[in-house]
């Protein structure tokens, strides 16, 4: 992940490759401010070739994505969430499976979120794990397809966000400034006349 224009080596691949990239550096743009990011992702990555053939490009865009969030906030916090497993069952945790190996890959990517939140983290912008991968995904009421959550799981997830984003909510952001108080206030004001003439 690069900004727009640049180009980026990723881990394992000696060629210079062209990175799409702008949607998150965007909508970043689009918020006044962003104090407290979740992320959530990697599991895809398990079944990609891009990532067997190039170990470490999962932890390469974990940390673009961190930077690309300092970069608009050095102040933010960023929450790395670990993902919950495939069932037993699932037909994708197969080695068969374009080539990957669950059991192998799954244990690696929980490792490569620990190294993050550990290398990543600074006093300034701190970077903590929420913990979803104890979910009993073979549950099949609460994972019917052994892989997505039913919304009691989605509610399960949603009060761990919300204890690991605690400690950091207070009644202004860490490093708030009057500008952004200005910005949230003028962003604010516009969405309300904006509601207004909506329902003129």
Known sequence: MTGSGEI????GKPE???VQRGTLERRLHTFPRVDIALVLLGVADILSADQRKHPGSTEYDFTRIISELRSVNPNVVILL???SSLS???PKRAGSYKGSDWATEYPKLLATIDKVAVTMTTEESPVD???FSHFDVNDRVSFPDGLHGTRAVAAKMAALWKEAMAPYIAEKPRG???KD???WKLANGNREVAKVAASE
């Open 88 to 90: 037993d069952n699932h």
């Open 176 to 178: 708030w400034t009057e």
């Open 16 to 18: 210079k490759v062209r």
């Open 181 to 183: 108080e200005a910005e």
């Open 81 to 83: 969430g670990k993902p």
């Open 129 to 131: 794990v929420v913990d």
């Open 8 to 11: 980026a080596k990723r881990p």
